[in-house]
């Protein structure tokens, strides 16, 4: 695929490049003068094309030029096919005694339109940063050489212009003391009307296994210590309020008892609470799709659910229902209240702190539930950045801590690092409003082709020193994107007749 990068040329200032002999300045008599200078690239050539115009030029019958077109880098140089404007002398001279291959020639006063120059080379990596240079060869009778000079016509920058902004990674606060939870919801079955708990009733066997289970995943693990286990129980709505109250208070009491018999806990460690019936739990139901299939009245059931004439009665909230609905009661009695007497329980226990980036990096991969965000950032600091464990270590912590806005904007910026553009947008809509969460949306809006808009939400951030260097860097892609050089419009003169 053939990629074109125009050149155009303006005039450069006088005394701009000392080091050159010749003289460059406003369009004058006995110059050479250049113009329309354009460089095409492809993937595996370089193209010249530019014009000059002689009809400036005066030069005596036994003067000559010669031109070399060159592309300067350093110590690397390209020099183009030369051509020679001679006075007459020297121009019949030529005719007579140049052999094939010789220089192209004209004669100094007879072009009065530009002439065409046009030349392609092998594209070499210095090349795209090379100056066009014109080197100029005089001389006098019999080829005695006069002046020589190199006359800088171009700098050509074809190099992609790319956007480098600073990424701005916030470092979480450390965690004084890890406290986590892990949350359940058990269903005991008890005999109707009593509290005592029988572990192989019904579903007991598999409902006190669930129990266990979750206590033993932390009490098994010598990373974790238990501070706490609440209990908490439901009983359904049918019955009086009171006796409900009792049996949602003598249940709960009677698992708590049982789980401190199995560990032999402080009396502390485990706390306990009763809802004497589970309203919340019947409304949840009636509203949700199921209800909305099952229950012929279920738009009058959540009205009577909701209905603040019965708060602090719900002995005659819960006979309206049944007198009024006794259709849609008796499902809701045989098969939703009896999950709505269930026992939920939190395991609450801390956590150890690790400062090993080792440490943190093998926890990372067995047990990322463990660590800080804090921890999660001395992992990924610990790596070289852009590289895959740097990239893992965000990954894994927004997907421990999805709702945090740290680690959501963390996550975005080494998205944006290595292109994942859709991952960063997706991530930074739960990156919060601070300075460096906007700072990341305006840097993800550039990134994705929104230049304009991206410098506007830059500048608008106000004194957040990253947002302004962005700003000033993205501006000065935009006003070059087009431009990849130094506009030049020279007229090469000559310094003798």
Not at 220 to 227: A, K, M, R, Y
Not at 314 to 332: G, N, Q, S, W
Not at 344 to 362: F, G, L, Q
Not at 395 to 411: G, H, K, Q, S, T
């Amino acid at each position: 695929m053939k990629i074109f990068v125009k050149i155009l040329l303006t005039a450069i200032l006088p005394g701009a490049c000392p080091l050159y002999a010749a003289q460059i300045g406003d369009a004058d008599f006995n110059s050479l003068k250049v113009s329309s200078l354009k460089i095409e690239k492809t993937d595996s050539r370089l193209y010249v094309d530019m014009e000059f115009d002689p009809s400036r030029l005066v030069m005596a019958g036994n003067r000559e030029v010669c031109y070399t077109p060159m592309l300067v880098n350093g110590a690397d140089t390209l020099r183009m096919k030369p051509f020679t404007i001679a006075g007459r002398n020297r121009y019949y001279n030529h005719l007579r005694n140049d052999a094939p291959g010789a220089p192209a020639l004209y004669r100094a006063g007879e072009m009065d339109s530009p002439m065409r120059y046009r030349y392609d080379a092998p594209l070499i990596p210095w090349m795209e940063t090379a100056s066009v240079v014109i080197a100029t060869d005089e001389y006098g009778c019999c080829s005695e050489p006069k002046e020589m000079a190199d006359v800088p016509v171009a700098q050509i920058d074809l190099t992609p212009k790319t956007f480098m902004p600073e990424y701005s990674y916030v470092v979480p606060k450390a965690e004084a003391v890890k406290m986590r939870s892990i949350s359940a919801r058990a269903y005991i079955d008890f005999p109707v009307n009593k509290t005592q708990i029988f572990p192989s009733y019904r579903r007991n066997p598999s409902e006190l296994a669930k129990i266990r289970a979750t206590i033993d995943s932390v009490r098994n693990d010598e990373n974790l210590s238990i501070t706490n286990i609440h209990i908490k129980g439901y009983a359904s709505p049918e019955g009086s309020y009171a006796n409900n109250a009792r049996l949602a208070e003598g249940r709960t009491a009677t698992l708590a008892d049982y789980v401190r018999g199995l560990y032999h806990f402080d009396a502390s460690v485990i706390t306990t609470s009763f809802e004497p019936e589970d309203w919340a739990g019947l409304r949840e139901y009636v509203a949700s799709p199921s209800g909305a299939v099952m229950l012929t009245n279920r738009d009058a059931l959540l009205t009577l659910i909701t209905d603040p004439f019965y708060t602090g009665d719900d002995d005659a909230r819960e006979a309206a229902i049944r007198k009024r609905f006794p259709k849609d009661y008796k499902f809701l009695l045989t098969e939703v209240y009896p999950g709505l007497r269930h026992s939920d329980y939190d395991v609450n226990y801390t956590i150890r702190s690790y400062t090993d980036p080792k440490e943190i990096i093998a926890m990372m991969r067995t047990a990322p539930q463990n660590l800080s965000l804090q921890e999660f950032f001395v992992a990924a600091q610990s790596q070289e950045p852009g590289s895959d464990l740097y990239n893992e270590a965000f990954e894994i912590a927004v997907r421990m801590y999805p709702d945090d806005a740290i680690a959501n904007l963390n996550a975005a910026c080494s998205a944006m690092q290595r292109n994942d553009l859709k991952s960063a947008e997706r991530y930074l809509t739960k990156a919060g409003d601070s300075d460096e969460a906007q700072y990341a949306r305006a840097i993800l809006a550039a990134k994705q082709g929104a230049k304009e808009e991206a410098v506007k939400q830059l500048n608008n951030i106000g004194s957040y020193a990253p947002a302004q260097e962005s700003a000033r860097q993205l501006q000065h892609v935009m006003d070059n994107e087009n431009s990849n050089f130094k506009m030049l419009n020279t007229e090469i003169k000559l310094n003798s007749n």
